[in-house]
T-cell receptor, first 113, second 117 residues
Framework: AQSVTQLGSHVSVSEGALVLLRCNYS??????LFWYVQYPNQGLQLLLK??????LVKGINGFEAEFKKSETSFHLTKPSAHMSDAAEYFCAVSSQGAQKLVFGQGTRLTINP | GAVVSQHPSWVICKSGTSVKIECRSL??????MFWYRQFPKQSLMLMAT?????????EQGVEKDKFLINHASLTLSTLTVTSAHPEDSSFYICSAATGTGAYQPQHFGDGTRLSIL
């Protein structure tokens, strides 16, 4: 069975600081990995995805993530936080033959001025 | 591209009534749609997978007779909460994929906040 663990339910950084949101997964087959962002009272918006190929994936809004198979990780980063980045972030995994997503618990990102 | 519209965004109704939520893919055809439930400050819980023209596949523990799902066309899936009670109050979110491959991302609607009095 697949699972996703997001370390830290709440992360707080200063505006302009590095953002690092951690995601570790468990999968018996090669995973497909996704990061989504959710603003209050809204659905989820895709930030980026890893399927195959280059392990460093760039997404929207300046975010990127690196797939590290040896560490079973897919951490999300952004070099410089903006106030507009404050939201809930979800890491999710699927795999070949199973289209449904398994989500992590989510990480709430707060940006301090 | 890949826009999913969900309606209504917010509904309040009395206990015992049925509520229908619509999920539409506006600019693509969605063979598969998904329905999630999200409790406050929690992650998304998959309720069911909806395939066009066939019966939905429900996750373990989800009552099929309580949450009726219909996927009559490639752009529309509906979730009907039958005889709703206060414990059914929640945030319901649908998503749709542009294809059947697991590598294809799901695109989400903006959710429906359901409050049962």
């Amino acid at each position: 069975a697949q699972s996703v663990t997001q370390l830290g339910s709440h992360v707080s950084v200063s505006e302009g600081a590095l953002v690092l949101l951690r995601c570790n997964y468990s999968s018996s087959v090669p995973p497909y990995l996704f990061w989504y962002v959710q603003y209050p009272n809204q659905g989820l918006q895709l930030l980026l995805k890893y399927t195959t190929g280059a392990t460093l994936v760039k997404g929207i809004n300046g975010f990127e993530a690196e797939f590290k198979k040896s560490e079973t990780s897919f951490h999300l980063t952004k070099p410089s936080a903006h106030m507009s980045d404050a939201a809930e972030y979800f890491c999710a995994v699927s795999s070949q033959g199973a289209q449904k997503l398994v989500f992590g618990q989510g990480t709430r990102l707060t940006i301090n001025p | 591209g890949a826009v999913v519209s969900q309606h209504p965004s917010w509904v309040i109704c009395k206990s015992g009534t049925s509520v229908k939520i619509e999920c539409r893919s506006l600019d693509f055809q969605a063979t598969t749609m998904f329905w999630y439930r999200q409790f406050p400050k929690q992650s998304l819980m998959l309720m069911a997978t909806s395939n066009e023209g066939s019966k939905a596949t429900y996750e373990q523990g989800v009552e099929k007779d309580k949450f009726l799902i219909n996927h009559a066309s490639l752009t529309l899936s509906t979730l009907t909460v039958t005889s709703a009670h206060p414990e059914d109050s929640s945030f319901y979110i649908c998503s749709a994929a542009t294809g059947t491959g697991a590598y294809q991302p799901q695109h989400f609607g903006d959710g429906t906040r359901l409050s049962i009095l």
